[in-house]
């Protein structure tokens, strides 16, 4: 059974940064689209990122947009997310989510679009 585990959450002040990781087991990481989600209390799930099969496409929530970058290692088996310049309300539960095939054009951005989902990882952003 395929797994998403994700790792690298913590505390960190006002314009941190943080490097987010998904790590893939049970399963082959380049068998999926790869991306990243986050909840704060009260809010929707919001889509943060997403990256192709091969790492060739992403895409990117315009909210975070010039500070966060998603890539991948498959032969680590792993999923990134660097976390640029963080403000309070980057505050959030950050999940991984993953999916091994799609029909739209553009990478999907919904949470329906992903059947496969880590546990989370807190980011704190203390100001």
């Known amino acids: 059974q395929v797994r998403f585990v994700e790792s690298g959450g913590g505390l960190v002040q006002d314009g941190g940064s943080l490097r987010l990781s998904c790590v893939v087991s049970?399963?082959?990481?380049?068998?999926?689209?790869l991306s990243w989600f986050r909840q704060a209390p009260g809010m929707e799930r919001e889509f943060i990122s997403a990256?192709?099969?091969?790492?060739?496409?992403?895409r990117v929530s315009d909210s975070v947009k010039g500070r966060f970058t998603i890539s991948r290692s498959d032969t680590k088996n792993t999923g990134y997310l660097q976390m640029n310049a963080l403000t309070p309300e980057d505050t959030a539960i950050y999940y991984c989510?993953?999916?091994?095939?799609?029909?739209?054009?553009?990478?999907?951005?919904?949470?329906?679009?992903?059947?496969?989902w880590g546990q989370g990882t807190q980011v704190t952003v203390s100001s």
């Open positions: 989510a993953a999916t091994d095939w799609t029909t739209e054009a553009q990478l999907p951005a919904t949470r329906e679009s992903y059947p496969y």
């Open positions: 049970g399963g082959s990481s380049s068998d999926y689209i």
């Open positions: 990256i192709s099969w091969s790492g060739s496409a992403t």
